[in-house]
């Protein structure tokens, strides 16, 4: 087998599609990827719960926020030791407003709460974040 096996339209060596589609790909290989696709991929099928818990990831805070049809959104803040840096890393779970899809955002490591990491990850002012009453 030469050439790529393609998943969701991305393109991977076949062994790490191998690894990937039978879902035996360590996190720490897929959140290493250097493809950012690839890593996408590799991370939305392995399941975020399952990358959490396989680097023994601390929840330092949660929020909940009112989403645009009113049901709740949820934000959960994580450190880990990714062992590439002097400073834990710090990553920000998140839900999107309009398809419910969660993915982690890696944050900057000096943030310790999710309602700062929301904006930091979107640009937002801090200030302006707390002033909306529902995302979109």
């Known amino acids: 087998n030469t050439g790529f096996h393609f998943i969701d339209g991305v ?4 062994e790490t599609w191998s690894e990937v589609a039978q879902r035996t790909i360590s996190a720490s290989d897929a959140i290493n990827l250097p ?8 991370c939305q099928i392995l399941g975020y719960d399952t990358i959490i818990a396989e680097l023994n990831a601390k929840l330092i805070d ?32 998140v839900e999107c407003a309009s398809t419910g899809r969660e993915t982690l955002l890696r944050v900057h490591p000096s943030i310790k709460t999710c309602s700062s990491a929301v904006p930091w990850s979107f640009r937002y002012n801090e200030d ?8 979109s």
């Open 11 to 14: 393109a991977f060596p076949p």
């Open 35 to 42: 493809n950012t696709a690839q890593r996408t991929v590799a």
């Open 62 to 93: 949660t929020a909940q926020r009112k989403g645009q049809n009113g049901s709740p959104l949820h934000y959960s803040l994580y450190t880990v030791n990714l062992k590439d840096d002097s400073l834990d890393a710090v990553f920000l779970k």
């Open 128 to 135: 302006y974040w707390k002033l909306l009453e529902a995302e």
